[in-house]
Nanobody, 116 residues
């Protein structure tokens, strides 16, 4: 059974930085695609950033230029470096891992709060 364990959330002031990590265990192969999603109170879950095994990345327009996604295939771990954080970035951040053709898993979520 695949498990995703997230870490790195917390409280940060506007303009600050945080780095999220998500390690996948229980699979013999690296995930086809890994990514981060977020859900703010009263809003739907939205994609933040995704990265494929080969390194192709995709970002939400709202985080382009501020967030950077990366991964370590050997460790089956994905990272999200978040800079210039804004109060609108406050949300629960969820890690997602997808194995072709149709297996997908979610982490338990980690809270990110941007407030002064």
């Amino acid at each position: 059974q695949v498990q995703l364990v997230e870490s790195g959330g917390g409280l940060v002031q506007p303009g600050g930085s945080l780095r999220l990590s998500c390690a996948a265990s229980g699979s013999r192969s690296s995930a086809t695609r890994m990514g981060w999603y977020r859900q703010a109170p009263g809003k739907q879950r939205e994609m933040v950033a995704t990265i494929t095994y080969s390194g192709s990345v995709n970002y939400a327009d709202s985080v382009k230029g501020r967030f950077t996604i990366s991964r370590d295939n050997a460790k089956n771990t994905v990272y999200l470096q978040m800079n210039s954080l804004k109060p609108d970035d406050t949300a629960v951040y969820y890690c997602n891992a997808y194995w072709w053709p149709a297996s997908a898993y979610w982490g338990q979520g980690t809270q990110v709060t941007v407030s002064s």
